[in-house]
C-alpha cells in the first residue's frame, strides 16, 4: 500500500490537553483513523534553536527528543496537520512517502 509517513517532533515534557503531546498526537492519529501510530525517544537531537537535548545529561531529564510518526494516507495527513494547527501546537513535522503492509 502506498501512503504517507507523518512524523512529528516534541520533547518528552511537553504537554498538551493534560497529557503528554507524544500521547495527544497518537490518540488524534487513531481518531483520524491512520493506519498505525508510534512514539520513539530519541538518544539526542537538536531543533530550530540549535540547542542540544541528550539524554546523557542529568539537568535536562525529561527534554528528551520524542518522535512520533503516523502511517496513513495523504488526505489524514492534511487533517491531523489542520488539527494541530487549530490546538495552538508549535510542532515540527515532515510527511515522506511510503510504502506499507503486513508479512505474512
Request: charged share 25%; net charge negative.
Amino acid at each position: 500500500m502506498s501512503g504517507v509517513a507523518l512524523r512529528f517532533r516534541t520533547y518528552e515534557n511537553r504537554h498538551h490537553a493534560g497529557q503528554p503531546i507524544h500521547e495527544w498526537l497518537l490518540a488524534q492519529g487513531r481518531e483520524l483513523g491512520f493506519e498505525g501510530g508510534m512514539a520513539f525517544r530519541a538518544m539526542a537531537g537538536f531543533g530550530r534553536d540549535g540547542r542540544m537535548h541528550e539524554q546523557r545529561f542529568f539537568e535536562l531529564a525529561g527534554e528528551e527528543p520524542v518522535v512520533v510518526e503516523l502511517v496513513g494516507d495523504v488526505a489524514q495527513a492534511g487533517r491531523m496537520l489542520e488539527r494541530v494547527t487549530t490546538e495552538g501546537l508549535e510542532l515540527a513535522w515532515w510527511q515522506v512517502p511510503v510504502e506499507h503492509g503486513v508479512t505474512e
